[in-house]
């Protein structure tokens, strides 16, 4: 029997390993083509609270069609379930929204660069919201990435505050929804994929009045006729293409939460800000400097040092 366990568990360990490597490049890979085509929207179509809407009523519409043909099962919720996620929805609408105004302000490796500063947030949040206290390594990790940040705003040369803040709310918002979908997801029978579906169709309905009293259907008519005639009717499909790869990159980010933990998922997040950021500077020829690159290299190096002094103190 013993020989029987020596002989698989290496097989299962690498079978497990490589889907995971699978879901993670996936996971890069659609999120990549998601902030090209988010960011060519936007750049000829600035109007990102309905952006964010369309890219949630897309994945809603895409899951409600594969419940009813059956491609996927559709889970079993109750009440409970719907009031659980709702914080939870709260803070992915605002997260969400925040980064999309970000990227129509400012370069999207920007907004990333920032982004990459999510672990500092979620320290903070842990300490002064919920008391948690971290060794001393894990306090003194945050340094280059907030230093890192702080040298790549400033030597930003399109520097919005707009941009800036935007991103900065995103964070903060992504690291209370990553606590309550914590919470939310311990012990339940919903999947990954189907808890994000859900999560979509909850911030779908908080995010339409809010789109609709901030910019609304006259400025949307105005927007979409003025991107028609510079673009042509493929601008149709470039929006259909970054909401469609939103609900994607998002559904198979849940789908490989399931299999791993937050922190290797945030080490995940983090090369998924690499691969975005060298990316869009490539495809939009986005100017860097020296010195902005080297704060974002410090901000990014930061965050792996994190990473490798949480999983030495065990912070998850
Ligand atoms: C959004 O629009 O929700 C953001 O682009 C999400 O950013 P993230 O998933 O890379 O944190």
Redesign the pocket.
């Known amino acids: 029997r013993p020989l029987d366990i020596n002989i698989e568990l290496p097989d299962e360990q690498s079978a497990q390993k490589l889907k995971i490597g699978i879901y993670f490049a996936t996971w890069w890979a659609l999120?990549v083509v998601?902030?090209i085509y988010?960011k060519k929207v936007l750049n000829a179509f600035p109007y990102p609270w309905l952006t964010?809407t369309l890219?949630l009523a897309c994945g809603s519409l895409m899951m409600l069609v594969s419940w009813a043909s059956r491609i996927a099962e559709a889970p079993k919720t109750d009440l409970d379930f719907w009031k659980t996620l709702f914080p939870v929805a709260v803070a992915?609408t605002i997260?969400?929204?925040?980064?999309?105004v970000s990227?129509s302000k400012v370069a999207v490796s920007f907004?990333?660069i920032i982004?990459s500063g999510?672990p500092a947030f979620s320290v903070l949040v842990s300490r002064f919201f919920l008391g948690e206290t971290f060794p001393l390594p894990v306090y003194l990790s945050l340094l280059p990435i907030i230093g890192g940040c702080a040298l790549a705003a400033v030597t930003e040369l399109n520097f919005n505050m707009i941009g800036f803040m935007g991103a900065m709310i995103?964070n903060l918002a992504?690291v209370f929804r990553n606590i309550f979908s914590k919470k939310g997801m311990k012990g339940k029978s919903v999947s990954g994929m189907n808890y994000y579906a859900c999560l979509s169709m909850m911030s779908l309905l908080i995010l339409t009045p809010f789109a609709i009293a901030v910019e609304g259907p006259k400025m949307w008519a105005a927007g979409w006729e003025n991107a028609v005639s510079q673009i042509g009717p493929n601008f149709v499909w470039w929006v259909v293409a970054q909401s469609v790869f939103?609900h994607l990159?998002?559904q198979v980010?849940y789908m490989s939460l399931d299999q791993i933990s937050p922190l290797t998922f945030s080490i995940g997040?983090t090369m998924?800000?690499i691969s975005?950021i060298v990316a869009s500077i490539i495809i939009f020829h986005t100017p860097v400097q020296p010195v902005n690159a080297l704060g974002a290299a410090i901000a990014i190096l930061g965050t792996f040092l994190y990473s490798q002094v949480s999983i030495q103190s065990l912070v998850v």
């Open positions: 999120n998601f902030n988010n964010s890219s992915h997260g969400h929204v925040a980064a999309t990227m907004t990333h982004k999510e995103s992504f939103y990159y998002n980010s997040n998924k800000r975005v």
